[in-house]
């Protein structure tokens, strides 16, 4: 018989977790998955590398404060994000706010929080420094910079070549000359490329140049670098044939970057990585049950009660170019074998495919559906009105 305890989060049975949670669909984190990546991220890189998390890759109050207690900083990209990150009671200094098209409503509630704001364009700079004028205050900033090379074999891109992130890394030195005058502390600089890449040497490369670049836009701060944020872009395998990342090797080329090239020449600066899905994405599941069983034309569908409206990614509509399915096993405890099949969701679209093609062991109507690596980029990632059913909920266990 198929072990229906095999799947259980935070220690729990997921079909025990479902009468705790007590209706399907819904979200699950695990805290000892989270903290067990905190610490392989804290002994694979440099000691003195500060650790900040991506609040959009799970905004989760929980899971925010969970973190914020493990890590050095929280790094927002709204406003709403900023409350959360700062109701865990993390110091506002150790917030920052990136993101292109802050309102001035925003940048206001940064400065006044005392936020390290990220800026990313000039225009954006102005409105900074009128904000923080009218306030009385002398805000703390970095420039985020759109650096002048691409990472390769990301699943994201996010630096290099025309982007809406960042100001372009030839006309930094402009825009800190502007800023010079004006009553701004400007720390340092974020760098971010690119996201999910789950080749070391290439994100040990990019770290490499991002290093070479910040060191030339260095000579044209006012003052001592305090800040350097190298970004982050740390992958998780989500298909079967993605190798995991190799952190030590990260770790490592890093290190030597750090003792080599940055801690000599920029001795006051702290060093910030920031991660998102690489801290939560593999924590998570997401929960659904078996609602329809049927065959059409010799095909046997599974028809969920969840799908693309709370886990968008899953289904490949996320931005993939080619659909490839998530893990995803069934709680089932059923004597059958195994047997091919779509798991679908309940939305009236084809594109509502949480599983093309798997092999599972046989379920029945009312049997679990558990798709995997849901911890990142899953409810506030999907379009949750579409068809007007219920949000499910999430819960930290
Ligand atoms: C989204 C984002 C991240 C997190 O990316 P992950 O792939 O989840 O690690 C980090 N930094 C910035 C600036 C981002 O916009």
Redesign the pocket.
């Known amino acids: 018989m198929p072990n229906v305890e095999g799947i259980a989060v935070g220690g729990m049975a997921v079909g025990l977790l479902a009468e705790r949670v007590g209706s399907t669909p819904f979200f699950a984190y695990d805290r000892a998955a989270i903290d067990a990546r905190v610490v392989s991220l804290r002994s694979a890189l440099p000691g003195d590398v500060h650790l900040s998390y991506?609040v959009?890759?799970n905004p989760m109050p929980a899971v925010v404060q969970h973190l914020a207690r493990r890590l050095d900083a929280l790094?927002v990209?709204s406003g709403a994000e900023m409350r959360v990150a700062l109701d865990t009671g993390i110091a506002p200094g150790s917030v920052s706010f990136?993101?292109p098209g802050k309102s001035v409503a925003e940048l206001t509630q940064a400065v006044a929080a005392g936020v390290l704001v990220e800026i990313e364009s000039p225009l954006e700079a102005d409105r900074l420094v009128e904000a923080a004028d009218r306030l009385g205050i002398r805000p703390r900033v970095a420039v985020r910079v759109n650096p002048d090379f691409e990472v390769k074999g990301s699943g994201m891109r996010?630096g290099g070549g025309a982007q809406q992130f960042g100001v372009d890394a030839e006309t930094v030195p402009l825009l800190l000359k502007t800023l010079h005058d004006r009553d701004v502390e400007v720390a340092g600089f974020h760098v971010?490329s690119g996201?999910?890449n789950l080749h070391a040497s290439i994100l040990a490369e990019a770290q490499e140049r991002t290093v070479d670049l910040v060191l030339r836009l260095s000579d044209d701060l006012p003052s001592a670098m305090t800040y350097l944020n190298i970004?982050?872009?740390?992958g998780i395998p989500y298909y079967t044939q993605d190798r995991p990342l190799d952190l030590d090797l990260v770790g490592s080329r890093l290190e030597e970057l750090l003792a080599t090239r940055v801690r000599p020449a920029l001795p006051s600066a702290q060093v910030v990585i920031?991660?998102?899905?690489?801290l939560v994405g593999e924590a998570g599941v997401y929960v659904t049950r078996v609602v329809d069983r049927k065959i059409s034309r010799g095909t046997t569908f599974l028809v969920v009660d969840g799908g693309m409206h709370h886990q968008l990614a899953a289904s490949g509509n996320f931005g993939q170019v080619i659909r490839r399915n998530y893990p995803i096993s069934v709680v089932a405890a059923h004597e059958g074998g195994e047997e091919v099949v779509q798991v679908v969701g309940c939305l009236c679209t084809p594109l509502d495919l949480l599983g093309d093609k798997v092999s599972l062991p046989r379920a029945e109507v009312g049997d679990l559906v558990v798709v995997h690596q849901a911890g990142?980029y899953g409810l506030t990632a999907s379009p949750t009105a579409f068809l007007s059913h219920p949000a499910p909920l999430e819960v930290l266990v």
Not at 231 to 234: D, Y
Request: charged residues 20%; without cysteine.
């Open positions: 991506a959009k890759a790094d990209a990136a993101g996010m971010f996201s999910q970004g982050g872009g740390f920031e991660l998102g899905r690489y990142a």
